[in-house]
C-alpha cells in the first residue's frame, strides 16, 4: 500500500477509512470484509442491503457505524400493516396556531436501518425509492430534504419468506451492494462471547467521525481518478451483462454509476489517489451481483450471479 500516492488532506481521509474500519470491527467481530464493504459503501454514499438469517449481527453493524461516526441513526421495524406516511411522516392540524404542522417521519435521519424491509407491502417500499436515490421525500406535494449523510442500510430474512414481498427490481437497483454476513469461525464466535460476558461492547463504543467529516472523506473519494481507459473497461463490464443469453436484463446505468464510485472508494481505502483493474474487478463483484435477473428456463450451468459476474470479468481483457 503505497501511502505517497495521496498527498494532504486525502491521504488523511484514506487514513480515517481503515481506522473507521477497524474502530468498528471491535464490535463487530469476525467479518472484516463485510464490514469493509459497508464502510465502503458509505465513503461512497450508496445504500446497502443486508440478507441473512436473524441473530448475526445486521442491526449491531448499523448502530455500530451509526455511533462510530456520531451520525442521527433511527430504525424502522418494516411490518405489513406499516404505512407511507409512517416513514415520510404526516402534517398534522395545530388548534392552536390553526394550520398544518409537519411532524416528520423516521426517515429524516443520517442512518436508518430499514429492519425486514421485505415484510412491508410495495407501497409502502416504494417510500424509501425517491429518498435512496435522491436524498428528499415528497409529502403532501411538498419536497423536504433529507440530511446529509444519508445511508439505508435495510436487512431481508432470506429464509421464512411467508407474509413478506420480494423487493421490486427498481428497489434492488437502489442498493449500491448486497452483503451477506454468515456464521463466525469458531475462534471469531469466541471472542464475541468473551467480549459481551459482563456488558454490551456497544455501550462503550465512542464516536470516531463526525458526519462532516464523513462527507469530507466522501469528496475525497470523488477526486480519485479513473483514467478513460478503464472507465471504458468498466462500462465494457456492465455492458457484457445486457447481452448474455442467461440473463433477462443485465446492469443499469445506475450500477455503472455505483461500480465506478465504490471503485473510488476501494482505491481510497487502499491509499491511492487512482483507480486499478482490481478496484473495478472488486466493485463489479460487490456491485453487480443483486442487479441481474436470469432469464427463466435457461439451460446454462451458469445462473448463480456471483457466477455469471466471474465469468464477465473473464471474458473481458483488462487494458495494458
Known amino acids: 500500500m503505497d501511502r505517497n500516492d495521496l498527498a494532504g488532506r486525502d491521504e488523511q481521509a484514506s487514513a480515517d477509512v481503515r481506522k473507521l474500519v477497524q474502530h468498528v470491527s471491535s464490535v463487530f467481530i469476525g467479518k472484516d470484509e463485510v464490514l469493509r464493504q459497508a464502510i465502503l459503501t458509505l465513503v461512497a454514499g450508496g445504500h446497502a442491503l443486508i440478507e441473512d438469517v436473524p441473530g448475526l449481527g445486521k442491526t449491531l453493524l448499523a448502530k455500530a457505524i451509526a455511533k462510530s461516526i456520531s451520525a442521527n441513526f433511527k430504525r424502522i421495524q418494516l411490518t405489513a400493516d406499516l404505512l407511507p406516511s409512517d416513514i415520510t411522516g404526516v402534517s398534522v392540524f395545530s388548534q392552536e396556531r390553526h394550520e398544518f404542522l409537519f411532524r416528520p417521519g423516521p426517515i429524516f435521519t443520517q442512518i436508518l436501518l430499514a429492519d425486514e424491509i421485505n415484510r412491508a407491502t410495495p407501497r409502502t417500499q416504494s417510500a424509501l425509492l425517491e429518498a435512496m436515490e435522491e436524498h428528499r421525500v415528497t409529502v403532501d406535494g411538498e419536497l423536504r430534504e433529507l440530511a446529509a449523510p444519508f445511508f439505508v442500510m435495510a436487512t431481508q430474512n432470506p429464509v421464512e419468506l411467508e407474509g413478506t414481498y420480494a423487493l421490486p427490481f427498481a428497489q434492488m437497483d437502489r442498493f449500491m451492494v448486497r452483503l451477506s454476513i454468515g456464521y463466525m469461525e469458531r475462534d471469531a464466535e469466541l471472542r464475541m462471547l468473551q467480549s459481551q460476558q459482563q456488558s454490551d461492547p456497544l455501550d462503550s463504543l465512542g464516536p470516531l467521525l463526525t458526519a462532516d467529516r464523513l462527507l469530507e472523506i466522501h469528496e475525497a473519494s470523488r477526486r480519485v481518478r479513473v483514467e478513460p481507459v ?59 451481483p443483486h442487479r441481474l435477473i436470469i432469464r427463466r428456463g435457461s439451460r446454462s450451468v451458469t445462473t448463480h450471479a456471483r457466477t455469471i459476474i466471474e465469468s464477465v470479468l473473464e471474458s473481458i481483457p483488462v487494458p495494458l
Open 230 to 288: 478503464l472507465a471504458g473497461y468498466l462500462l465494457d463490464l456492465v455492458r457484457k451483462t445486457r447481452s448474455m443469453e442467461t440473463l433477462e436484463y443485465g446492469a443499469s446505468p445506475r450500477a455503472a454509476l455505483d461500480l465506478q464510485s465504490f471503485a473510488q472508494a476501494q482505491a481510497l481505502w487502499a491509499g491511492r489517489d487512482y483507480t486499478l483493474p482490481d478496484d473495478i474487478k472488486a466493485a463489479a463483484r460487490a456491485t453487480l
